[in-house]
């Protein structure tokens, strides 16, 4: 009698259970903007790896995970999860998309690519410090918020549009706008920790980055106040700064920026439709 449940509990482990775990899908769910510049937020078994484009991720206790396109992401991409023996890969479409490109020429050639040796050193020291601040994966999940607007304005400058200046194509614009008076209030369009907290970038200006967790993170350019410090924890809605023209920039606005891992996405897929307004610069309390 024992070695016959014996046998039978064998059987069971063999057969039974890995049919019953079979049956359990590997990708639970997959949500977000299957478009260059778009955020994509899944869910899979607790436990399993999951890699995209042969890139593995973090996943989370529960199984959450996110990805990202860039902006010129190709259209397809390959999503493997595996957990055990048992293995799934999934082809991932995106949409490719049309960006706005303007030229201009007949601009001094100092205004278009700077070559001061001092000026170049600065550029690299702030570019490590950019990078150092973006370089943690933490386990917070508040990229999965409902991610609001951090200022109100009017839009006036789009992801992934691009200038080419004296025929030499620049960098493309990876956020997008918010032209607004200084000193108008930004705040945080979701939970988050303080990174990087700088008054004044040679590009960007004033300059916060906000860490969402699992390598999402916002960046908010050319501000004309920094009203948090790095390691502050800030909720959905707090004050952190306020609009300006500083660092290279023409006019005063907010430029908001979010980045999974180095791909840069855009902010204008996470956040509800603009709706346009003229906020009053308030003087700082």
């Not at 170049?120 to 609001?148: C, G, P, S």
């Amino acid at each position: 009698m024992k070695r016959i449940f014996a046998l039978l509990v064998m059987l069971v482990s063999v057969y039974l259970i890995p049919a019953l775990y079979a049956e359990e899908p590997m990708v639970k769910s997959l949500n977000g903007d299957f478009t260059q510049g778009g955020l994509v937020i899944g869910q899979t078994v607790p436990g399993a790896k999951v890699e995209f484009d042969g890139q593995e991720i973090k996943v989370s206790e529960d199984g959450y995970f996110v990805f990202g396109f860039h902006r010129d992401m190709p259209e397809s991409a390959t999503l493997t999860i595996s957990k055990g023996d048992l293995k799934v890969t999934q082809p991932i479409s995106i949409s490719k998309r049309q960006y706005n490109i303007e030229r201009i020429d007949g601009l001094p050639p100092s205004k278009v690519t700077p070559r001061k040796p001092e000026v170049l050193e600065r550029i690299k020291r702030e570019t490590a410090l950019v990078a150092e601040a973006r370089a943690e994966i933490t386990d917070f999940k508040y990229f999965m918020q409902d991610f609001i607007w951090p200022a109100k304005g009017r839009l006036s400058g789009f992801y992934g549009s691009q200038r080419i200046l004296n025929g030499d194509p620049k960098r493309p614009h990876y956020g997008v706008d918010v032209a607004a008076p200084t000193g108008t209030e930004v705040v945080a369009p979701a939970d988050g920790v303080v990174r990087l907290a700088h008054p004044d970038l040679f590009f960007s200006g004033g300059t916060i980055i906000i860490d969402h967790g699992f390598g999402v993170n916002s960046t908010f350019l050319h501000l004309s106040s920094v009203d948090v410090e790095v390691g502050e924890p800030v909720k959905q809605g707090d004050f952190i700064g306020r609009i300006g023209a500083t660092g290279r920039a023409t006019g005063p606005h907010l430029d908001w920026r979010i980045n999974w891992l180095n791909h840069r996405l855009d902010p204008q897929l996470l956040a509800p439709p603009f709706e346009e307004s003229e906020p009053k610069a308030e003087s700082k309390q």
